[in-house]
Nanobody
Framework: QVQLVESGGGSVQAGGSLRLSCTASGYTYSSVCMGWFRQAPGKERERIASIYTPSGATDYHDSVKGRFSISRDNAKMSLYLHMNSLKPEDTAMYYC?????????????????WGQGTQVTVSS
């Protein structure tokens, strides 16, 4: 089983930057994709970025495209989300997730491992 732990959340002002980290353990070889999701109170969960493990191909939600960047460090068994030009609308709980099978770069139904989340708050 894959275990995921997020860190790096916090409070920043609009226009600022933040880097989220996700450390993985367990049977990570089963993770075809890894991704970042977020959910604000009263809103639906949304996928904001994903990476296809075998090739490194990435995909982003339109709302964060050009501002956020997903990356990985295989040696450290870590996933990162570099967040730039943050907006108050980015305020949410951010979750790291892993999918054990494809399709998963764009589709979300195969994500079955989840971290507990890290809070990001952006003030205006």
């Amino acid at each position: 089983q894959v275990q995921l732990v997020e860190s790096g959340g916090g409070s920043v002002q609009a226009g600022g930057s933040l880097r989220l980290s996700c450390t993985a353990s367990g049977y990570t070889y089963s993770s075809v994709c890894m991704g970042w999701f977020r959910q604000a109170p009263g809103k639906e969960r949304e996928r904001i970025a994903s990476i296809y493990t075998p090739s490194g191909a990435t995909d982003y939600h339109d709302s964060v495209k050009g501002r956020f960047s997903i990356s990985r460090d295989n040696a450290k068994m870590s996933l990162y989300l570099h967040m730039n030009s943050l907006k108050p609308e980015d305020t949410a709980m951010y979750y790291c997730a892993a999918a054990s099978r494809s399709p998963c770069l764009i589709a979300v139904d195969n994500y079955n491992y989840w971290g507990q989340g890290t809070q990001v708050t952006v003030s205006s």
